[in-house]
């Protein structure tokens, strides 16, 4: 069993004072903080293992090449891919789909064809596959969602036709919390010749995602998450998918011989990995992983939604709050706005409590337009919350509303 209260020992941050009250941090939908082992792996990179890696004979970077790879390895692991040639490394979920949307989008769409993503998208989900759609004469078409935020999965189901090339879906919305059918959307559009792309960047720190059980096509989503450093991303693809992809960036590494006539590519993955990575950041992201692989998946999953369901219900509690996104099946993300309350004033007058806390359109527009909002307030929990935060948060609330 997982003690959830000594977890908290090991993220230094989460002692920080702010505006002289004991720091609350309800923004891990943004970004988790950092575990001990994972700032010590980046300072003893930095103090004592600086090369580069893949070039070198010298024993510093033989060193380094093997700890960045050991990473590629704990990713393929973690995934359940079925080769290590299919974990790309990238900056992050963004630079992940503008990878797929490039790529897998000009070998596959042609004038006439059809991109399927949902209301509730991320902008990065959105607006990669309208660059790709402007060049290739293709056309995004909009699954919608409900008043609950669900994918209306009926008319997902029809608008599945042998012009759809690609359907593009968030696993968990970052908005609303909604987790997606995933499982059960995948196999229908292989059933019309689309390939499927999972932005999992919300879900991959709170269950357990198995990719060859899923089918998925590909899969994108970013270390900082997942209690690991920015400007690291992970993009898996099935291996005959990304053999057949042509680089999205040229430069170092993913080259193969270079003449002035004609340059040859490397082997995957490297053929995708062009220039120096960030070393240090992908040599600390397997502590962050190790750290979740030595923890049950389905506990922490168990404790999330616990505190969710416990948050929910206390805020429902408040005069005025409505909860946007209530979905039975939902991530840890509880997402309200207050009748006559902007967000940003909320936030503001939060923050000065010590609670961290999202406001705005979470790059999610489209979605906002669907519900005619401007924004929301976004408490968004993880493994090292506790209801005595949520209580604080709820008591917060109500100050916060004296005081305007």
Same mark, same amino acid.
């Given at each position: 069993?997982?003690?959830?209260s000594?977890?908290?020992?090991?993220?230094?941050? !989460? @002692?920080?004072?702010?505006?002289? #009250?004991? *720091?609350v941090?309800?923004?891990n939908a943004?970004?988790t903080?950092?575990?001990l082992?994972? !700032?010590e792996?980046?300072? #003893?990179h930095?103090t004592?293992e600086v090369?580069?890696?893949?070039r070198?004979?010298?024993?510093l970077?033989?060193s380094?090449t093997?700890?960045?790879?050991?990473?590629?390895?704990?990713v393929? @692991?973690?995934? @359940?891919?079925?080769?290590?040639?299919?974990?790309?490394?990238t900056?992050?979920?963004? /630079?992940?789909?503008n990878?797929?949307?490039?790529?897998?989008? %000009?070998?596959?769409?042609n004038?006439? $064809?059809?991109i399927? *993503?949902?209301?509730?998208?991320?902008?990065?989900?959105?607006?990669?596959?309208?660059? =790709?759609a402007q060049?290739?004469?293709?056309?995004?078409?909009?699954?919608?969602? +409900?008043? %609950?935020?669900?994918i209306?999965?009926?008319?997902?189901?029809?608008l599945?036709?042998?012009?759809?090339?690609?359907?593009?879906?968030?696993h968990?919305? @970052?908005?609303?919390?909604?987790?997606?059918p995933?499982?059960?959307?995948?196999?229908?559009?292989?059933e019309?010749?689309?390939k499927?792309?999972?932005?999992?960047?919300?879900?991959?720190a709170?269950e357990?995602?198995?990719?060859?059980?899923?089918?998925?096509?590909?899969l994108?989503?970013?270390?900082?998450?997942?209690?690991g450093? %920015?400007?690291?991303?992970?993009l898996y693809?099935?291996? $005959?998918? *990304?053999?057949?992809?042509p680089?999205?960036?040229?430069?170092g590494?993913?080259? /193969?011989?270079?003449t002035?006539k004609q340059?040859?590519?490397?082997?995957?993955?490297?053929?995708?990995?062009?220039?120096?990575?960030n =070393?240090?950041?992908?040599?600390?992201?397997?502590?962050?992983?190790?750290?979740?692989?030595n923890?049950?998946?389905?506990?922490i999953k168990?404790?999330?939604?616990?505190l969710?369901?416990?948050?929910?219900?206390?805020?429902?509690?408040?005069?005025g709050?409505?909860?946007?996104g209530? %979905?039975?099946?939902?991530?840890p993300v509880?997402?309200?706005?207050?009748?006559?309350?902007?967000p940003?004033d909320?936030g +503001?007058?939060?923050?000065?409590?010590?609670?961290a806390?999202?406001?705005g359109?979470?790059?999610?527009q489209p979605?906002?337009?669907?519900f005619?909002?401007?924004?929301?307030?976004?408490a968004s929990?993880?493994?090292?919350?506790t209801k005595?935060?949520?209580d604080y948060l709820?008591?917060?609330?109500?100050?916060?509303?004296?005081?305007?």
């Amino acid at each position: 069993m997982i003690n959830f209260s000594e977890i908290r020992d090991l993220f230094p941050q !989460i @002692n920080t004072m702010v505006h002289g #009250k004991q *720091l609350v941090y309800l923004d891990n939908a943004a970004s988790t903080l950092k575990p001990l082992k994972v !700032i010590e792996a980046i300072t #003893k990179h930095y103090t004592s293992e600086v090369s580069n890696i893949h070039r070198g004979v010298h024993f510093l970077s033989e060193s380094g090449t093997e700890k960045y790879e050991q990473t590629r390895e704990s990713v393929r @692991n973690f995934i @359940n891919a079925q080769k290590r040639e299919e974990v790309i490394f990238t900056k992050g979920t963004t /630079d992940s789909l503008n990878l797929i949307a490039h790529s897998l989008g %000009s070998l596959i769409l042609n004038e006439g $064809d059809q991109i399927l *993503l949902s209301t509730m998208e991320h902008h990065s989900n959105i607006v990669p596959w309208q660059l =790709i759609a402007q060049k290739t004469g293709s056309k995004i078409i909009e699954i919608p969602i +409900t008043e %609950s935020g669900e994918i209306e999965f009926e008319e997902y189901k029809k608008l599945l036709n042998p012009k759809v090339k690609i359907v593009s879906i968030v696993h968990t919305s @970052n908005s609303l919390g909604t987790v997606n059918p995933i499982k059960e959307m995948i196999p229908l559009a292989h059933e019309v010749g689309a390939k499927f792309v999972v932005d999992a960047a919300q879900a991959i720190a709170h269950e357990k995602i198995d990719v060859q059980d899923l089918n998925c096509d590909f899969l994108a989503f970013s270390a900082h998450k997942m209690y690991g450093p %920015s400007g690291v991303g992970i993009l898996y693809g099935k291996e $005959d998918l *990304l053999n057949l992809m042509p680089p999205y960036q040229g430069g170092g590494d993913m080259i /193969d011989i270079v003449t002035f006539k004609q340059t040859t590519f490397n082997d995957l993955p490297y053929k995708f990995e062009a220039g120096t990575p960030n =070393i240090a950041g992908f040599i600390a992201f397997n502590e962050a992983l190790q750290f979740l692989e030595n923890l049950n998946l389905d506990e922490i999953k168990t404790y999330e939604n616990n505190l969710l369901h416990y948050a929910q219900n206390e805020l429902k509690q408040i005069k005025g709050l409505k909860i946007i996104g209530t %979905s039975p099946q939902k991530g840890p993300v509880c997402s309200f706005v207050i009748g006559g309350v902007h967000p940003n004033d909320l936030g +503001t007058l939060l923050d000065q409590q010590g609670i961290a806390v999202r406001t705005g359109h979470h790059c999610t527009q489209p979605l906002m337009q669907r519900f005619n909002l401007n924004g929301t307030t976004r408490a968004s929990f993880c493994l090292y919350n506790t209801k005595e935060e949520v209580d604080y948060l709820v008591k917060s609330i109500h100050t916060s509303l004296e005081l305007l």
